[in-house]
Structures are given as C-alpha cells and as structure tokens.
C-alpha cells in the first residue's frame, strides 16, 4: 500500500513539474504557418487562450483584451482552437487586427488537452517571460489579472 502510494506520489510530482513549462506543441496559425514554442519570442511572457469563435465568454474575453490591448504589448498572446471555420480569421481581423503580438491558431491534431491539460472553451494558461507557468483560468479575467499573472 505504502509502496502504491508512492509511485503515484512521485508520479504525480513529475507530472506537475513537466506541466509547468510552456509544452513542445504544434499548431497552424490562419495563414497554415507552424506556430510552436520554439518559434515564439524567447524572453517574452506568453498567454494561451484555448477558445472557439463562437464561445460568447471566449468572445468576451477577446473584446475585454482588445480594448485593453497596449496592457499586452510586451506579451505574446497564442489564442487556439480547434475549429478550421473560416471564422478564425474573421475573429482575428474584428478583435486583433493590428496587434503584432497576437497570433490566432488551429489545432488540427487536437492535442491541445495532451500538451496543457484537459481544458474546455475560455481556458487561460499564463507563462512568464521564462516560459513557466504561474497561473491557469476558466473564466474571463480583466486585463490587469491576465498582464500581472506572466510575471
């Protein structure tokens, strides 16, 4: 029993120190360029927004960051989803159009549950400049949460 117990205690212990860092993914942006985490910003925070175009808290968190985009400017906002709709683009033109630092991306081999965890729409994973992770949402945040939790 005691033995039992302390496989799965270390298990558990590796499981979370692995999740911690930003996880080797694989995605598309809506251009089809690969978006991984060797091709974003070294040295930069970055916020992972799991969403979909058609989720209304999703859509709402969006509209609360775009307004508030200049809060961001020093991070990399990677918003994913797994709908290949046309929509996707439409959602990057109306909400981040100009924004440099945001990119907008596909996962077509839906793996975004095996690299960060089981998450359904409106998920939010907050990594610092190291890309470590200190924080983890499900709900919409205000600008000032999101921005101070990559630090």
């Known amino acids: 029993m ?8 270390v298990m558990f212990t ?12 694989s995605f598309e942006d809506v251009n089809g360029n690969v978006i991984n985490n060797q091709s974003l910003t070294a ?11 058609f989720c209304e808290s999703c859509l709402e968190q969006a509209a609360l960051i775009s307004k508030e985009i200049t809060a961001f400017k020093a991070i990399t906002l990677l918003w994913v989803t797994t709908n290949t ?19 907008v991306a596909v996962d077509t081999q839906y793996q975004f549950d095996t690299w960060f965890g ?5 998920a939010i994973y907050c990594y610092t400049s190291k890309h470590e992770k200190t924080k983890s949402f499900t709900s919409t945040q205000s600008a000032v949460i999101l ?4 630090k």
Not at 43 to 53: A, L, Q
Not at 85 to 103: C, G, L, M, S, W
Not at 147 to 150: G, H, L, N
Request: glycine share 0%.
């Open 2 to 9: 005691k033995t039992t117990f302390l496989i799965l205690l």
């Open 14 to 25: 590796v499981q979370a120190s692995i999740a911690q860092k930003l996880p080797d993914f």
């Open 43 to 53: 040295n930069k925070p970055v916020i992972v927004f799991y969403f979909d175009p």
């Open 85 to 103: 709709d046309p929509e996707n683009n439409a959602f990057k033109q109306k909400y981040f159009n100009n924004a440099k630092n945001v990119i």
């Open 118 to 122: 089981y998450s359904e729409f409106n």
């Open 147 to 150: 921005v101070e939790a990559t």
